[in-house]
């Protein structure tokens, strides 16, 4: 089999699950082939016209973007709802291509013949989780149904990214580019540390929690200064900014894991997260139950699991309904 020719048909997005499945069994089992792909997209790099962008910052995105995609196994569900988009990149797909880890096959890029790099945007999808690794080292863990935006001119005077969604960060140090993550409403800079932002745009809360280091939030016309175990709440509604000490600040990244972690957290609001997280649609039909609180741990369960808990747990009983999830008071 011509591995070559696969690898083009790949880059033009025209192999088959067949072919794919060769080329992943390729990469696992034969010990030239990193190598021989590493030989192609070099080859592919240099022979692609320049983007205009440094040569530093080029070499930095040959050999540092790393996209491991995390396969989160859900009940019924297909893994093919993952994209991962680039656009204007042809030259950076190769790049990319290059040092992706086997599971690559399972997404979708999709870029255009234009030479100017403009913006890299990852998406994960409900029911999904992405990790990636930024040009300049910081990893980058992506909750579901979450989207990461950067573009050409990161790490050239700053190293600026919009989320929206949750993503947990650990900041590769670097004293002469800030960090900053911008949600729109609250702006997360950092020179060097670890810490987990939620901003979906259907909650009323923005919240950054943080692990490690020291981290600034800006927000209109209000400002604040985080240190380990504090997060820092700004309210859509209210356009308020407040930090408050939180006990387990290692929990707000738990789901980079495949774990679930509530403290005191509304059934409410638990039923939102496992609706992101399996890609169900979670219905109730009591609202009473809604305000239901609840705190632990729950450890790599599927949904069903994750109810069963809550039903041992709580006055709530739940119905499967064709795609969704009925929950109600037991009677």
């Given at each position: 089999?011509?591995?070559?020719?696969?690898?083009?048909?790949?880059?033009?997005?025209?192999?088959?699950?067949?072919?794919?499945?060769?080329?992943?069994d390729?990469?696992?089992?034969?010990g030239?082939?990193?190598?021989t792909?590493?030989?192609?997209?070099?080859?592919?790099?240099?022979?692609?016209?320049?983007?205009?962008?440094?040569?530093?910052?080029?070499?930095?995105?040959?050999?540092?973007?790393?996209?491991?995609i995390?396969?989160?196994?859900?009940?019924?569900?297909?893994?093919?709802g993952?994209?991962?988009?680039?656009?204007?990149?042809?030259?950076?797909?190769?790049?990319?291509?290059?040092?992706?880890?086997?599971?690559?096959?399972?997404?979708?890029?999709?870029?255009?013949?234009?030479?100017?790099?403009k913006?890299?945007?990852?998406?994960?999808d409900?029911?999904?989780?992405?990790?990636?690794v930024?040009?300049?080292?910081?990893?980058?863990?992506?909750?579901?149904?979450?989207k990461?935006e950067?573009?050409?001119?990161?790490?050239?005077?700053?190293?600026?990214?919009?989320?929206?969604?949750?993503?947990?960060?650990?900041?590769?140090?670097?004293?002469?580019?800030r960090?900053?993550v911008?949600?729109?409403?609250?702006?997360?800079?950092a020179?060097?540390?670890a810490?987990?932002?939620?901003?979906?745009?259907?909650?009323?809360?923005?919240?950054?929690?943080l692990?490690?280091?020291?981290?600034?939030?800006?927000?209109?016309?209000?400002?604040a200064?985080l240190?380990?175990?504090?997060?820092?709440?700004?309210g859509?509604?209210s356009?308020?900014?407040?930090?408050?000490e939180?006990?387990?600040?290692?929990?707000?990244?738990?789901?980079?894991?495949?774990?679930?972690?509530?403290?005191g957290a509304?059934?409410?609001?638990?039923?939102?997260?496992l609706?992101?997280m399996?890609?169900?649609e979670?219905?109730?039909?009591?609202?009473?139950?809604?305000?239901?609180?609840?705190?632990?741990?729950?450890?790599?369960?599927s949904?069903?699991?994750v109810?069963?808990?809550?039903?041992?747990?709580?006055?709530?009983?739940?119905?499967?309904?064709?795609?969704s999830?009925?929950?109600?008071?037991?009677?």
């Amino acid at each position: 089999m011509d591995y070559i020719e696969l690898l083009e048909k790949y880059m033009q997005g025209l192999t088959t699950p067949e072919e794919e499945k060769a080329l992943l069994d390729w990469i696992q089992h034969d010990g030239d082939a990193r190598s021989t792909i590493s030989a192609f997209y070099e080859k592919r790099w240099k022979e692609t016209p320049d983007t205009g962008v440094s040569a530093e910052l080029q070499y930095k995105m040959l050999m540092n973007i790393k996209q491991n995609i995390c396969q989160h196994e859900i009940e019924n569900q297909s893994a093919a709802g993952r994209k991962i988009v680039w656009m204007n990149v042809m030259k950076y797909a190769a790049a990319i291509l290059a040092t992706m880890v086997v599971s690559v096959f399972s997404a979708y890029y999709f870029y255009s013949s234009e030479s100017d790099v403009k913006n890299f945007v990852v998406y994960a999808d409900k029911g999904q989780r992405s990790n990636l690794v930024l040009p300049d080292g910081t990893k980058v863990w992506l909750n579901s149904d979450s989207k990461l935006e950067y573009d050409n001119t990161y790490g050239v005077k700053e190293r600026k990214i919009r989320l929206t969604g949750e993503a947990y960060f650990e900041v590769a140090k670097d004293k002469e580019h800030r960090f900053l993550v911008s949600t729109g409403l609250m702006d997360v800079e950092a020179l060097g540390t670890a810490f987990n932002v939620q901003s979906y745009p259907n909650e009323d809360e923005i919240t950054t929690t943080l692990l490690e280091g020291k981290v600034k939030i800006s927000t209109p016309g209000q400002e604040a200064i985080l240190l380990p175990n504090q997060q820092a709440c700004f309210g859509k509604s209210s356009n308020g900014l407040s930090v408050i000490e939180v006990e387990n600040a290692k929990y707000s990244n738990s789901w980079t894991k495949g774990e679930f972690a509530f403290n005191g957290a509304t059934l409410e609001e638990i039923a939102k997260e496992l609706s992101r997280m399996y890609n169900m649609e979670i219905k109730f039909d009591s609202d009473e139950i809604k305000e239901y609180n609840f705190s632990g741990v729950i450890r790599n369960n599927s949904l069903i699991n994750v109810l069963e808990i809550i039903s041992l747990t709580s006055p709530v009983v739940y119905e499967v309904v064709n795609d969704s999830i009925i929950l109600d008071k037991q009677k």
